[in-house]
């Protein structure tokens, strides 16, 4: 109850917040912009990529993201882009809070974390392009923690605090991890890094969160993997779908090392061990950059980072999705990538694999419901979804398999389900499927995206292939269709199976099995936009398969606003790039000694 009291009270302050000094953005209209979203995070302009530092924070979420003032394509002058939310959905974009300004980050402020230190003291760990182009590790602080937007940043006077060891390159050497604390009171972080094509997570550690000494072995690191983007460290429980904060350490809890791997532009992550006194993660199955490795999302999902929601004991991923179209559409768009819906995740039961769901915030943007229950779809029948906006939509539905013991035999081990998805496997029936959705698809399904599933026998198992076809989503030319698939096990006496996915305009997010399976989908229909999308159910299997229950909403839009603070893509943000940066306060967090 005091939660949900609280959670009033944030609700009220960030509406007046909205009404007082903060305007909305004119965007085009949605016939010009048909593949801007409505309820997904994006930036007023330009390019978008990495999420950077999200937290909680004396009642606002922030995100902070990689950003280029200069156009809609990556540029040489990052900069930390900065907005707030009082629930992860309708944002506020203020004055970016990182801008190139000294020789530590002149060319560039990249990807990092931040950690709340003791006290409520946020401070940012990130990666600066230094003078000669080499990465190095940097501090900046608020400038004023009473602001609780957070507006104003400074950076510590003795950046940088890390610079690249012997043995790696000085562009191999970066995003650095959210900090956590050891049982000896040290602080620790973890560093990307590649050494001889070899992935390796460099850990350092801190008595006072200033001076950094690399540890001796690597925390851990895989062969063949290239350089490792984006490291994310951090325990989950096993016993429960909380979150808990990244320092904890007990019997209760594994701790999960993601790793995003620019060889293939994947985000992989495995579940271990972690042994302070070694400093050292021990994995139960190593990272290989294979199809064995276990991943948040099958989909366009890199760079994703989480974080310890405090205010509702959750961990909150959040992956940035980039474009599939072409360079020249984004410059004619004005803008390039957006974030995924922030999901909440957790161990599963088992302790085998992480289950991921968007977050519940979510569902107070649904708007008119359509309900089917106990609807039987024959072999080759197909069922519309009508009186919603099908260009918006939330849809959630649970499908019986009824004869489930007459599937058609598969043996995975060594079978590639991306390649099962794609192609002329995409036509291929089989007794239980392909079954699911057809998305954004036109009246006479000439554009259409198919996210559906196909259901095989396995030795003492049932596999379940859950794919999104993505080769006939639009008639444009110059788009990359590629069709994504993964697979996975389902009890064999539950004979039923789930899919939901978050349709907005140009994405679709699909949560296959109560979030076992994800799949991210970036599609650009030339017909099949705004009110002239269609939404259908269908199963193309041999056998008949029954709709148990199917909920969707059309969704309503996020409210997206910019405070007087922010200046965008302008002159004045470049200009600010070229200023100098502001002097360290001496007595700020007493220089972050802890002792």
């Known amino acids: 109850m005091k939660m949900e009291m609280q959670a009033i009270i944030l609700g009220l302050f960030f509406n007046i917040l909205l009404s007082n000094g903060v305007e909305a953005h004119e965007y085009q209209s949605e016939e010009s912009q048909p593949y801007r979203t409505s309820y997904h995070f994006q930036s007023p302009s330009n390019w978008l990529n990495d999420p950077n530092g999200p937290m909680w924070y004396e009642g606002f979420y922030h995100l902070f993201y990689q950003y280029n003032p200069s156009g ?84 510590f006077s003795g950046n940088p605090v890390m610079v690249p060891p012997n043995g790696v390159k000085r562009d191999d050497f970066r995003d650095p991890t959210t900090a956590w604390l050891s049982p000896d009171g040290k602080w620790n972080v973890i560093v990307g890094a590649n050494m001889n094509n070899r992935g390796v997570a460099l850990l350092y550690q801190s008595i006072d969160f200033v001076n950094w000494t690399k540890h001796e072995d690597p925390f851990y690191s895989s062969a063949k993997t290239g350089m490792w983007e984006c490291p994310d460290f951090f325990p989950v429980p096993i016993n429960s779908t909380d979150g808990v904060d990244t320092s904890y350490l007990n019997a209760d809890v594994k701790h999960v090392m993601k790793a995003s791997f620019q060889l293939n532009a994947h985000d992989y992550y495995s579940i271990g061990s972690y042994v302070p006194e070694m400093g050292k993660y021990i994995p139960v199955h190593d990272l290989t950059g294979s199809n064995s490795d276990l991943r948040y999302d099958y989909g366009k999902f890199y760079a994703s980072k989480t974080f310890f929601d405090s205010f509702k004991k959750r961990r909150i991923l959040w992956g940035w999705v980039n474009e599939s179209d072409s360079t020249e559409d984004d410059v004619e768009k004005g803008w390039f990538g957006l974030q995924a819906i922030p999901r909440k995740i957790w161990l599963d039961t088992e302790g085998k694999q992480l289950l991921q769901w968007p977050i519940e915030e979510i569902d107070k943007l649904r708007g008119k419901k359509v309900n089917i229950q106990q609807e039987t779809l024959d072999g080759g029948s197909i069922l519309e979804i009508r009186d919603i906006n099908a260009s918006e939509a939330d849809v959630d539905v649970e499908f019986e398999l009824p004869e489930l013991e007459e599937a058609d035999s598969l043996n995975p081990t060594h ?37 559906y599933f196909r259901i095989f026998k396995g030795q003492n198992t049932y596999v379940v292939l859950m794919c999104s076809d993505q080769s006939r989503s639009s008639l444009k030319d110059g788009i990359d269709k590629t069709t994504y698939g993964a697979f996975v096990n389902i009890d064999s006496q539950q004979k039923k ?99």
């Open 497 to 595: 199976i789930s899919l939901r996915s978050l349709i907005d305009h140009s994405i679709i997010e699909s949560f296959g099995e109560g979030g076992r399976i994800c799949i991210t989908s970036r599609v650009y229909p030339k017909i099949a936009v705004d009110n002239k999308a269609h939404l259908y159910l269908f199963n193309n299997g041999t056998l008949s398969i029954k709709i148990l229950q199917l909920n969707a909403w059309g969704m309503n839009k996020a409210q997206f606003r910019q405070h007087e603070s922010y200046v965008g893509s302008d002159s004045n943000v470049i200009k600010a790039m070229e200023e100098r940066s502001c002097p360290f306060p001496q007595d700020v967090y007493a220089n972050f000694n802890l002792g």
């Open 72 to 155: 809609a394509s990556f540029g040489d002058k990052m900069v930390w882009a900065h907005s707030v939310s009082s629930d992860l959905i309708n944002w506020i974009h203020l004055k970016h809070a990182l801008y190139p300004t000294g020789p530590y980050d002149i060319n560039s402020c990249w990807s990092g974390s931040v950690t709340i230190l003791p006290g409520n003291k946020p401070v940012i760990l990130y990666t600066g392009s230094d003078a000669n182009h080499t990465q190095v590790q940097n501090l900046a602080v608020p400038k004023n923690r009473s602001d609780p937007l957070l507006i104003e940043w400074v950076k």
């Open 415 to 451: 079978v590639d389900p991306q390649m099962m998805c794609s192609g002329e496997n995409t036509s291929m029936r089989s007794r239980l499927g392909p079954f699911g959705l057809l998305a954004l698809a036109t009246e006479d399904l000439t554009e259409q995206t198919a996210i």
